[in-house]
């Protein structure tokens, strides 16, 4: 059972277009929720994140938004660049002494020129 | 500073035979972790540290042993290799408290099981 879905699989986007990840949950016991980047053959880097006390969190191009209600957030990036084409994931921590990171299953964003 | 440094990069095994994934970090890091990562699968868990002699199990731990000798090292052994652990293994690591700390990650290990 996968406790972060995201959607959609794969995008495209125009050159200067919004890209919109979205990702819903059900275990209220994460307390943190970052987002990666990761381009083909490299490791996952961090980009942004979340705590559920907050509702939005932007940085630069990139914008969280949190619905603590509804068990979802997502992931905006304005005015997307061709550098901006990777994979993207969304995921979420269990807090307290696991420490476990679980992932969504990832995007594939196209931004096309 | 290196970071999380996995070796090898590339692997090929044949079925049954073992190997041991090796992770290492420089930034004293409590906390480290051993992800797979499958097409249409994201990352799952597969086991982790939170200091040295304390592993615990991630959502996939069968087939694959962990141990935690030193804060530095947390290598990754598949005791009898199965065609299912093809896939694309990394290494993270942290400081204790996750939540808030960025997580590192090494630049991955792919493995085929023939």
């Known amino acids: 059972q996968q406790q972060v879905k995201q959607s959609p699989q794969s995008l495209i986007v125009q050159k200067g277009g919004i890209s919109i990840i979205n990702c819903a949950y059900e275990n209220t016991a994460f307390d943190y929720f970052p987002w990666y980047q990761q381009f083909p053959g490299k490791g996952p880097a961090l980009l942004i994140a979340?705590?559920?006390?907050?509702s939005e969190k932007k940085e630069g191009r990139f914008t969280i938004s949190f619905n603590k209600s509804a068990k979802q957030f997502s992931l905006h990036i304005m005015d997307s660049q061709p550098g901006d084409s990777a994979t993207y994931f969304c995921?979420?921590?269990?807090?307290?002494?696991?420490?476990?990171?679980?992932f969504g299953t990832g995007t594939l964003l196209a931004v096309q020129p | 500073n290196a970071g999380v440094t996995q070796t090898p990069k590339f692997q090929v095994l044949k079925t049954g035979q073992s190997m041991t994934l090796q992770c290492a970090q420089d930034m004293n890091h409590e906390y480290m972790s051993w992800y797979r990562q499958d097409p249409g699968m994201g990352l799952r868990l597969i086991h982790y540290s939170v200091g040295a002699g304390i592993t615990d199990q991630g959502e996939v731990p069968n087939g694959y042993n962990v141990s935690r000798s030193t804060t530095e090292d947390f290598p990754l052994r598949l005791l009898s290799a199965a065609p299912s652990q093809t896939s694309v293994y990394f290494c993270?690591?942290?400081?204790?408290?996750?939540?808030?700390?960025?997580?590192?990650f090494g630049e991955g290990s792919w493995l085929t099981v023939v």
């Open positions: 993270a690591s942290s400081p204790l408290s996750v939540g808030g700390n960025t997580i590192y």
């Open positions: 995921a979420a921590l269990e807090g307290g002494a696991t420490n476990k990171l679980i």
């Open positions: 979340i705590r559920p006390d907050v």
